[in-house]
């Protein structure tokens, strides 16, 4: 009998719209043979099932079941690939977790200590040879004295971004003191984030993004890292999604030896935060230093066919199918 998947797409942030391509995207490379794939849309509004004809099919939440008109659809797995809230702070990992029901993502605790980037950094404050640039936490209690705080304990430039963000939504590198409470404001302001903001000392750099899983086998395997290099000052969210603006580079050229060692280093990330299936770590290589400097991990990266980990696996010589399985199959065990 084939498993029966919920691939869940959607969210209630402006990542929604990256969510649904990923979902997409990891549909139509999944076996449909092998599984019975139902794409599940979550809103703040509703959770449903689109047919072909389409017509919708409310979830029932208390168990997330799905009626139809000949049968009551029972899942065996949630594959989540809803980005941000509430597929990537544990919201979705603590509801099946209260339901028993097996999913391909990072744990409710790890799901949500890894949106908070202030908390998770100091985590992963003493792993040898990884770097954190100097940063301040700021909370909503503290906006009014927020520029203080930051000038008191930070040198520009910075980078200023929601705590709980992604896609680099509400991030803004900030050059100029008369720029910063702009930047914080808007950090502050940004949908579905939390109402925290940390303000970090750039670092000047390549900028590497390298994905991690855990295959069915229980082995970690490191694939090839990913260079960023993007005509805009930094990369943003338009640099990400609005073709021809960045220019990515996978594999990397990196050193034999820089790539050990990042590999020892998203290794024991992977372990340190007890992640589980797919997880991507963002770092620079810093200029002159060769010091590796943590930028932040995504525990539900973008799944589009242009997205980092379908190209780093591609690299790697695998087929995203197999990818996706792998994690499937991982999650079941």
Known sequence: ???????????????????????????SQLDHSKYDVYLITVTKEAWYYEDEAGQRYPILRENFTLPLAAQVITFDLAFIMVHGVPGEDGRLQSYFDLLGIPYTSCD???????????????????????????????????????????????????????????????????KESIQLQEAIDKAFDAENTGKQVIVEEFVTGREFSEGIFRNAKGDLIVLPATEVRTTREFFDFEAKYIPGLTEEITPADLTIEQQERAARILKEIYVRLNCKGMVRVDFFLENNTDKFYFIEINTIPGQTPQSFIPQQVRALGMKEGDFYAELIECALT
């Open 108 to 174: 409710a605790l790890t799901s949500a200590l890894t949106m908070n980037k202030g908390y998770t950094k100091a985590i992963l404050a003493d792993i040898p040879e990884l770097y954190l640039a100097k940063s301040v936490l700021l909370f909503e209690s503290q906006r009014s004295e927020a520029i203080d705080i930051v000038q008191s304990k930070l040198s520009l430039p910075y980078f200023v971004k929601p705590n709980a963000g992604g896609s680099s939504i509400g991030m803004t590198k900030v």
């Open 1 to 27: 009998m084939k498993a029966k998947i919920a691939l869940i797409t959607g969210g209630y942030t402006g990542e929604a719209e990256v969510s649904f391509k990923s979902a997409a995207f990891v549909n």
